[in-house]
Structures are given as structure tokens and as C-alpha cells.
């Protein structure tokens, strides 16, 4: 099993996204992980619960949920809602895509979690949420 | 998220002290559009000194400030784009449209 887990709720307001990728982090800590290592986490955690608030919730009231494990050096985090879905997961993974160009957004969140951490998977059915589960390995300085 | 503005020669100097996601990112662009609108300018320099972390919302803000003002013919670039920023900049292929500059004067006198 894990050597450590947390699991944290929240509703789908923005002023949490701070939250979360704050408390995701202090979590990590324990791996003693480098500014940029911390850095990476948190833009994928706020990328993350992001999409869950605009897209899965659409700006409406939800929970968000995330679980975080640490096993050895890796670090497993879990984004999850129980918002709309999506409907093309590999369209919605590509690069510059977004489902709300009306919004202002980059269409890059996938492309960040992906990049900044070493793992990533999209599990999300039309109607019933998204999961995203991310991974990534902390090289220990001992 | 706390804004400073300065108007240099009719170009826009926002200097943005803070995180800039999804939350701050609303902000943000309505008072930097509220500016540029009263004000009638079409040049901005969106300094990034103080923008502790940022995620993709603020690639959205960049882009959506490039797009309103050509319209206008007008111009954007951004200054002091350092570290886990600079990456997220990077990664959205963004310099090849927005010109980065290393500090704010040198901005000045290239737009």
C-alpha cells in the first residue's frame, strides 16, 4: 500500500484553486523536493482544478475531489468531479484545444499536466465526471 | 492579485504582483481592457516581475490582450518572464507572437 495518503473536498469556486495546489504541495514537501519540482505539481494541481471548475462544473456548484499518495519517491495525485464530462478525451488532450473558445482559455491545461509531471491519465464519461490521476517521481537528495 | 498601472508615451505599463490562475486571471483582464478602453491605448507591456506563479490561465490573458489589441494595430509584449513562467510561456509556443523583453525600459523604447 502507500506510505502516506491525504484526501481533500472543496466546492467548485475559483478562490479554491489556490487552495488546492497550496495544499498539494505542502503535502509533497516531505519528499524534499526541489522549488521547481514543488512548482511543477502545483501548475499541474491548478490545472487541473481548473478544468473540473470551468468545464466540469461549468462555473456551477460541485465538489472537487483530490486524493494524493506518496509511495517511495512517486507521488500519485487524483483530480476528480462529478461534473459533465468529456465527451472526446483525445480531442480534448491536444494541444491549443479547448471546448470554450468563447473563455478566453489557452487550451494548453493538458498539455502543462502533462508536461510537468511524468504521468498522466483521463478517465471521464459524458454526464458523470472526470478523473485524472497524475504521477511523478522525486529523484531523494539522500 | 494587486495591478500597478503607469501610462509611459501612450503605452500601457502593467506590472502584476501576485499568483495569476483562473481566479486572478478574470480580474486581471477587466481591468487591464478598463485601461486600455478609457485610456484609448493600443500599446501594452505586461510585466511579469512579480507574478509569483502562474499557470495557463495566463497564457489565455496574454493571447486574448494580443488578439483585442490588433485589432487596434496596436502591440503587447511582456518583461521580466523568469522561471517556472517562463516554462509555461514556452510550452504554449507564445514568444513566437509576443515579443519578451528583460526589463521594462528596454520595452519602452522598442514598442
Known amino acids: 500500500m502507500y506510505d502516506n495518503m491525504i484526501k481533500i473536498e472543496f466546492l467548485s469556486k475559483s478562490q479554491n484553486e489556490s487552495f488546492a495546489r497550496v495544499a498539494v504541495a505542502a503535502f509533497v514537501s516531505q519528499l524534499d523536493p526541489t522549488i521547481e519540482e514543488i512548482t511543477d505539481v502545483k501548475t ?44 472526446n478525451v483525445s480531442l480534448a488532450m491536444q494541444p491549443l484545444y479547448t471546448s470554450r473558445p468563447d473563455l478566453e482559455r489557452s487550451g494548453m491545461g493538458f498539455t502543462v499536466m502533462e508536461t510537468f509531471m511524468d504521468n498522466l491519465e483521463v478517465y471521464s464519461e459524458r454526464g458523470k465526471g472526470t478523473k485524472i490521476i497524475m504521477k511523478k517521481n522525486f529523484k531523494s537528495l539522500s | 492579485m494587486y495591478l500597478k498601472f503607469n501610462n509611459q508615451d501612450n503605452k500601457l505599463v502593467v506590472t502584476m504582483i501576485g499568483e495569476l490562475d483562473h481566479h486572478s486571471a478574470e480580474e486581471v483582464r477587466s481591468k487591464i481592457d478598463d485601461r486600455l478602453d478609457r ?27 494580443f488578439k483585442k489589441l490588433s485589432l487596434k494595430q496596436g502591440v503587447v509584449c511582456v518583461t521580466n518572464v523568469n522561471g517556472s513562467v517562463k516554462r509555461v510561456f514556452e510550452l504554449s509556443g507564445m514568444f513566437k507572437i509576443i515579443k519578451p523583453f528583460d526589463s521594462i525600459e528596454q520595452a519602452l523604447s522598442n514598442v
Open chain 2, 39 to 65: 485610456d484609448g491605448i493600443n500599446k501594452l507591456i505586461m510585466d511579469f516581475s512579480g507574478v509569483s506563479f502562474m499557470d495557463s490561465s495566463g497564457i489565455g490573458v496574454v493571447i486574448g490582450r
Open chain 1, 44 to 87: 499541474a494541481v491548478s490545472e487541473a482544478v481548473t478544468n473540473a471548475i470551468i468545464h466540469g462544473y461549468e462555473n456551477k456548484d460541485g465538489v472537487v475531489k483530490i486524493e494524493a499518495m506518496i509511495k517511495d519517491e512517486e507521488l500519485t495525485v487524483i483530480v476528480m468531479d462529478e461534473g459533465i464530462g468529456i465527451e
